[in-house]
């Protein structure tokens, strides 16, 4: 008896329990490496090349997690779907840092804007 069978069989878990994980996992991944990105940089700029970066590691990861269950331990089974929602996780991260990235602009445009009218009066 495999663990992978008690899990099945326990109230605390659910149908699409594993996908859910697999995206909560990589929107985690790809979060931190925004921040990591963020902190060597010193300075938030949005930058298409990071999220390209972060995407094609995450798929790196994803697509290599999925080749070693396939071939490796074989105990576990490889999907297209788990793949899909890792990179479906990613891409929620991709989303919120972009839409974190227009906020804080925003903000910083305005206050640039106040501070340069208060600065002329």
Known sequence: MHISDSVGKSGFFFEGFDKMTHMGF???LSVLLFFGKI???HTYAFRTLTIFKILLINAII???IEL???KVFTYRSAEW??????MLGACMAVFSYVLLHKLNFDETSAENKTDSYENKI
């Open 62 to 64: 994803g697509g290599g």
């Open 39 to 41: 902190k060597y940089q």
């Open 68 to 70: 070693l269950q396939w």
């Open 81 to 86: 779907w788990d793949f899909g929602c890792d």
């Open 26 to 28: 990589f929107f985690v």
